[in-house]
């Protein structure tokens, strides 16, 4: 016969409260429940675990279960409450991948809200391109991810938009684009030197996909892109997320023809486990990028 969980705790319980009485009060239970369930439990083990004479004196046996079975009965608790918590999205790990520009400027506060309401659970954020962060997402290596669907047609992605990102022009603050009374248009930028970098895919579907198909320079790292810019090589085309705030020597000029835009989203697998700890952070994402949506409009 198998020791049952609530005859430890009935033990353990009548030796804290050196008595059946106060121990049948406590755990509000009749004595004579408590004291079947002990002895049920000495007959398991097979020895005595208070004496005969005594009922709420141990014996030597006893002595020696009391701190064993208090032990497992603590570690039980643990395991009990970890265990909720983690279904209820308290405990566990979050693993989300984002592209850069998201990661930089929209994640910093929605994870510290998360992190607020769920400080036991470990967040692990990594940055990549568009096409890096789909593929860790098929890999199983993320619950999440941010950023612009490539391929939103793909039946094993779910991807909810929630942002629009509108596509500009980066050049030189002194640059005669800045001076140009009339909104920016492609054919303003023909002439000039542009330079190729990764979200210029955006631009394919459009007549302005003739800058990055001339292009002289094609420079995928956002770093070495503002370096190159800098220097008055040339300009280039990127979403307004993707450039810094704090930007001093470059600016960001709206394209008004073709007017281009990206949808930023969080993507996830139709068909794979969605843990609590995720779904929360699913909402929470979706709740603070909708609102950011609001406040564009």
């Known amino acids: 016969m198998d020791i049952k969980l609530q005859q430890l705790k009935h033990f353990s319980l009548v030796a804290e409260q050196r008595g059946f009485r106060a121990a049948a009060s406590k755990a509000n239970r009749s004595q004579a429940a408590l004291s079947t369930s002990v002895k049920e439990l000495e007959k398991i083990l097979g020895q005595s675990l208070f004496d005969t004479g005594h009922k709420a004196k141990l014996t030597p046996f006893g002595e020696f279960c009391l701190p064993k079975i208090n032990q497992f009965l603590k570690l039980y608790d643990e395991l009990n409450s970890d265990l909720c918590a ?18 930089a400027k929209l994640i910093p506060t929605i994870l510290a809200s ?123 085309t990127l979403p307004k997320l993707a450039f810094p705030d704090d930007e001093r020597d470059l600016c960001w000029l709206p394209l008004t023809t073709p007017y281009v835009e990206r949808q930023i989203g969080i993507l996830r697998l139709k068909d794979r486990y969605f843990s609590p700890q995720a779904y929360e952070f699913y909402e929470l994402c979706k709740t603070r990028l909708a609102d950011d949506r609001k406040n564009q409009s």
């Open 114 to 236: 998360y992190t607020e309401n769920h400080p036991n659970v470990d967040v692990a954020l990594v940055d990549d391109n568009a096409a890096g962060v789909e593929a860790r997402l098929l890999a199983g290596e993320v619950d999440l991810a941010l950023g612009n669907c490539l391929h939103i047609q793909d039946e094993r992605i779910e991807f909810t938009p929630l942002l629009a990102d509108p596509l500009g022009v980066v050049c030189l603050k002194d640059h005669p684009l800045t001076q140009q009374a009339r909104d920016i248009e492609w054919q303003d930028l023909v002439a000039l030197p542009f330079v190729k970098n990764g979200t210029c895919t955006l631009l394919e579907p459009t007549h302005a996909n003739v800058l990055a198909a001339n292009a002289r320079y094609s420079v995928e790292n956002i770093t070495s892109l503002f370096s190159v810019l800098k220097l008055g090589i040339g300009i280039t």
């Open 86 to 103: 983690a279904a209820a999205g308290q405990l566990g790990q979050v693993r989300i991948a984002s592209v850069p520009s998201v990661a």
